[in-house]
């Protein structure tokens, strides 16, 4: 058998104490704590990796790993809980800190159709709810933008998390019906211009003259409109609400749609750009 020592770490696995762990070097990040306290509220125990240490001197000094040991030991509520610890012996404070800046250079991130898709084979009851939605408007779900695909897949997720199915079902219709399942009225802001208009107008907002009034207007000139107001998906949602409203006797209120419901239209304001 030949020698493959050059290809694998000289590393060892402990169980070590959160208190026998140091965690304050200077390469590393700083600690934080919404993602720690995100990751508390959704934790699972088989979504831990190891941590991190390297030995120096005596001393355990995390180099990956630091959320991971203030998260287990925010749920456990001690510090005396032992993590599970990838052990390196031999690396000096530079090496560490190489490491630590590098080791995601390399790294190929899940997209979020891959992510969706596991989601869906795990079983998921959100990704398996907007998966048949999809599905039942005869359309499907793709990595890329395709005839009859929706490749919006974050968009979808936080329309649904957020607001719940039957926003995310009426933002379909709409979509689908005003624009006849062209492809690009299914991209993320077009989708999040509509369900804007959901939010702020509920039913006020009338289905029959949206497909009919803006069903008249192409994408290719709401994106022009659009570019002219605001960027992202508050211009489109303005760019559809100007044609709706055209000759309207009883037109919707503009200061409606800025109008801030609780969280909603600060998340939709957040979360703009996640489809492109």
Request: proline share 2%; glycine share 6%.
């Amino acid at each position: 058998m030949g020698n493959y020592s050059q290809f694998i770490p000289n590393v060892h696995f402990e169980q070590i104490l959160i208190k026998n762990l140091v965690s304050n070097q200077e390469y590393q990040r700083n600690l934080s704590e919404s993602h720690v306290k995100r990751t508390i509220a959704n934790f699972d125990p088989y979504q831990i990796n190891p941590v991190k240490v390297s030995r120096r001197d005596g001393i355990n000094y995390v180099f990956n790993g630091q959320h991971t040991i203030e998260i287990i030991a925010a749920i456990s509520g001690s510090r005396e809980t032992p993590v599970w610890c990838m052990i390196y012996d031999d690396l000096d404070y530079q090496q560490e800190a190489d490491i630590f800046a590098n080791q995601q250079k390399y790294v190929k991130s899940l997209t979020p159709y891959e992510i969706f898709m596991a989601n869906v084979e795990a079983g998921n009851d959100e990704q398996l709810i907007i998966k048949d939605l999809v599905e039942s408007y005869g359309l499907f779900l793709s990595s890329t933008k395709t005839p009859g695909g929706i490749c919006a897949i974050s968009t979808l997720e936080y329309l649904h998390r957020k607001f719940g199915f039957h926003l995310l079902d009426r933002t379909l219709r709409l979509c689908i019906g005003t624009w006849e399942g062209d492809t690009n009225s299914l991209a993320a802001n077009i989708l999040r211009g509509v369900a804007k208009l959901i939010v702020a107008y509920e039913n006020e907002l009338k289905d029959d003259i949206f497909k009919e009034k803006v069903g008249r207007c192409s994408i290719k000139e709401l994106s022009r409109t659009a570019a002219d107001r605001k960027a992202g998906s508050l211009g489109y949602a303005e760019a559809m609400l100007l044609v709706y409203n055209k000759k309207l006797r009883i037109q919707l209120k503009w200061e409606k749609l800025y109008k801030t419901k609780g969280e909603e239209q600060e998340e939709f304001i957040e979360y703009e750009e996640i489809d492109v």
